[in-house]
Structure formats: C-alpha cells, structure tokens
Antibody
Framework: EGQLVESGGGLVQPGGSLRLSCAAS????????MHWVRQAPGKGLVWLSR????????SYADSVKGRFTISRDNAKNTVYLQMNSLRAEDTALYYC??????????????WGQGTLVTVSS | DIQMTQSPSSLSASVGDRVTVTCRAS??????LNWYQQKPGKAPMILIV???SLQGGVPSRFSGSGSGTDFTLSISSLQPEDSATYYC?????????FGQGTKLEIK
C-alpha cells in the first residue's frame, strides 16, 4: 500500500534554507511521480511541486519557483524539497504525497504525516 | 493557473442528512477532479478520483459527479465521522490547484 515519512522541518530565520526529506516504503518508489503540498496553519492545501519517477521532469508552483527545488534519490527511496530564501509566508506543514496513477488520472495517495516549517526571527 | 472555487466554505448538518458540496473550475478540466477528506491533525485522504470514482475503503454514502467546470461531492446519509474539511483538486494541469475547502460540522 505504501507509507511516507517526512522529516527535516524546524525553525529557520527569514532568508534561510532548509531541506525536507520524505522517505517512502512499501512500494516501488521509482515507478511513481511524487509531490509536495503545504498547509499554512488554519489554511487550505497548496500544491508546490512534483517530480517524475526517474527524476527527469519537475514542476513548481509560481510561489516557490526559483526558491525551492524538488529532487529524488531512488536508491534511497527518498524525495527531497530544498527550500531557499525562506519567507514568513512559507510557514506551514509540508506534506509529501505519492501520485498513485489511476487509469491515467492523477491522485495523491498516500500522504505522509507532514513536517512543520516555521520561518521566524 | 486553473482556479478552483468551492462552496459553501462551511456547513452544518445533522446525522442522516444529505449534503452537497460544489466545486467550480475556472476552465474545463474534463473530469480530472479529485475529492479529499481531512480531519483535524491528520493528512488528507483521497475519497474520489476522476470526478466520480469512489476509492477503496470509502463508504458508499459518498459520491461525486460532474465534468467540465462544475462538480459536486454528495454524502447521502451523514454520519458523525464525516465531520471534516473537504477539498476538491484539479489534476488536469499543473499547478494542481485545490479548492479552499469546505468545513462540515455535524450538529
């Protein structure tokens, strides 16, 4: 079925950097696109980025383009989100999710439990 | 970017009621529309894919419909455990935008 576990969150000053990790288990990791989604406290879900199974294709939301970089290491079954030039508005719970292709349709399942990033001085 | 607009933003209903949440896309997304349920302190969970395909383990009281720009999520007989926030998401084109969410409270 699959399990995802995020790590790497924490408190960082504005302008700082952080790298999030998402460790996958229970499925053939390299077969799946992976996504990052965030949720600011008390707010809704915001899609951030995705990476193809072999790492050859990536996409980003405009709000993070040029600041965040998604990557993966299929040997370690891990997807990463490198976050640079962090701003207060990046404070959120960050989720990774597998894109479990459903007959050609994208669906996010499963999700990790999230890792909290707080940007504050 | 494709904008997703949900309504209402919140609703309150009683056990046994039928409730409907609507989601409108700013342009046609064919049927590339997913619904998720999120309970407090938990990650979202997939309910419905491709506008109307109920995912495994999801109770049959949940259903989805629509295509193009207008979609609905219905719960036929509300149960206490359905108290949650519901999100639509378009998966037609990146960025895969979500609606703002509908918070469902059980009276």
């Amino acid at each position: 079925e699959g399990q995802l576990v995020e790590s790497g969150g924490g408190l960082v000053q504005p302008g700082g950097s952080l790298r999030l990790s998402c460790a996958a288990s229970g499925f053939t990791f390299s077969n799946f696109w992976m996504h990052w989604v965030r949720q600011a406290p008390g707010k809704g879900l915001v899609w951030l980025s995705r990476v193809k199974g072999d790492g050859s294709d990536t996409s980003y939301a405009d709000s993070v383009k040029g600041r965040f970089t998604i990557s993966r290491d299929n040997a370690k079954n891990t997807v990463y989100l490198q976050m640079n030039s962090l701003r207060a508005e990046d404070t959120a719970l960050y989720y990774c999710a597998r894109d479990g292709d459903y007959g050609g349709y994208s669906r996010f399942d499963p999700w990790g439990q999230g890792t909290l990033v707080t940007v504050s001085s | 970017d494709i904008q997703m607009t949900q309504s209402p933003s919140s609703l309150s209903a009683s056990v046994g009621d039928r409730v409907t949440v609507t989601c409108r896309a700013s342009q046609s997304i064919r049927n590339h529309l997913n619904w998720y349920q999120q309970k407090p302190g938990k990650a979202p969970m997939i309910l419905i894919v491709a506008a109307s395909s109920l995912q495994g383990g999801v109770p049959s009281r949940f259903s989805g419909s629509g295509s193009g720009t207008d979609f609905t999520l219905s719960i036929s007989s509300l149960q206490p455990e359905d108290s949650a926030t519901y999100y639509c998401q378009q998966s037609y084109r990146t960025p895969y935008t979500f609606g703002q969410g509908t918070k469902l409270e059980i009276k």
